[in-house]
């Protein structure tokens, strides 16, 4: 599949993809072509909230629905850019799940982003909407798990700390953003609860894209 921004007629490479309906234009040659404007569904969180435990259990949930991928498997020295919320990494997988979109499949993608990494990006035009879905939990149970895992990840306590920080700040100002995020809290939730909340909040939101996109085709 070719590169979102590309137009396969002329060559030319979009700075900010145009999306009309159904249809990608070329700003340079006006040349038009189809092209599937699918949701996005973003599961976040920080480290410990259960993104890891949730995401492959979807798999086998969401069946052919849905292609659920790992964010952290591009975080690859050519993509950890240092500027702030890390744009490069960020637009590398909005094009590709925007590539993936077209096979019909909405991404799911399991990694920490919030609305202000993805929202100003161009390429958040190849998306009819983000849905975010935020797993968090309380602070001690949350150390508790990162101070469980194997050494080579390498939780160390400073780690560990900043990302508390991050888990408390998410859970105050989930609602303020735009679009919000919604919050699921697995301190207590067996795993079994976690997937089921994740696949009733992917189920919900895939139906109401599914009827906006035909109010628009009407």
């Known amino acids: ?24 234009r070329c700003a340079r040659c006006g040349h038009r072509w189809p092209f599937r404007r699918l949701p ?23 069946g052919g ?27 590398t997988w909005l094009r590709l799940a ?32 983000i849905h975010y879905m935020a797993l968090v939990a309380e602070p001690e149970v949350l150390a508790r798990r990162l101070r469980a895992r194997p050494a080579w990840r390498e939780w160390g306590e400073p780690r560990i700390a900043e990302t508390l920080e991050f888990n408390e700040w998410l859970r105050k100002n989930a609602d303020t953003f735009t679009p919000s995020v919604e919050v699921f809290d697995t301190t207590h939730a067996s795993v079994e609860e976690s997937v089921h909340h994740a696949t009733t909040w992917f189920m919900r939101l895939s139906t ?9 085709s009407e």
């Open 98 to 129: 925007a590539m993936i979109a077209q096979s019909g499949r909405p991404v799911v993608l399991c990694g920490t982003v919030v609305p202000p990494e993805f929202e100003p990006l161009p390429e958040r035009a190849l998306f009819s909407h």
């Open 1 to 24: 599949m070719l590169d979102p921004r590309i137009c396969p007629a002329c060559g030319d490479r979009a700075q900010v993809p145009l999306v009309e309906g159904a249809t990608r």
């Open 65 to 91: 629905r849905a292609v659920v991928l790992e964010q952290d498997v591009l975080w690859t020295a050519g993509l950890r850019d240092d500027v702030d919320g890390h744009p490069e990494f960020r637009a």
């Open 40 to 62: 996005l569904f973003a599961l976040t969180g920080p480290s410990g909230a259960g993104k890891s435990t949730v995401g492959p259990a979807l798999v086998e949930r969401l």
């Open 208 to 216: 109401v894209d599914s009827g906006e996109s035909a109010t628009r």
